[in-house]
């Protein structure tokens, strides 16, 4: 069974946040969220909870009691779910990114919102396979 710890270092690796990023956003120190990452120390309920809201995710599936869970709308997810959900975010910041960069550079590229409606139609398509 996974631990809290190995659920952790996934779910952080999957969206590519850094330690400092995550204990910045649980508003601790640095060295004491790699020692969550290590297993050396479990969190306060409150920042368990921060991070399952962080990871769209449930407090039993970080804890490692559960491989499943619901998602804000509802959606029963599993890892391979989730992972893809991981990855069209990464894919919308990278798009963004782009986004950002061709303005600055006066070139016209596909909007946000047209980005976020290619993202939404390609995650109805995996839903309903």
């Not at 631990?3 to 990023?21: H, I, P, S, Y």
């Not at 391979?80 to 975010?89: G, K």
């Not at 910041?93 to 946000?112: P, Y």
Request: proline letters at 2%; aromatic letters at 6%; charged letters at 30%.
């Amino acid at each position: 069974m996974p631990t809290f710890a190995d659920r952790l270092r996934e779910l952080r690796a999957g969206t590519g946040e850094t330690q400092k990023q995550i204990a910045d956003l649980l508003s601790i120190a640095e060295r004491n969220y790699r020692r969550y990452e290590a297993g050396e120390v479990d969190p306060t309920a409150s920042n368990a909870c921060k991070l399952a809201d962080h990871y769209d995710v449930s407090v039993d599936y970080l804890l490692g009691r559960r491989d499943s869970w619901l998602d804000a709308e509802g959606n029963i997810m599993t890892k391979t779910a989730h992972e893809r959900q991981l990855l069209f975010a990464r894919a919308r910041n990278a798009l963004a990114a782009m986004q950002t960069q061709s303005a600055a550079n006066g070139v016209s590229e596909m909007t946000l919102d047209e980005i976020n409606a290619e993202i939404a139609a390609a995650r109805r398509e995996i839903k309903g396979q």
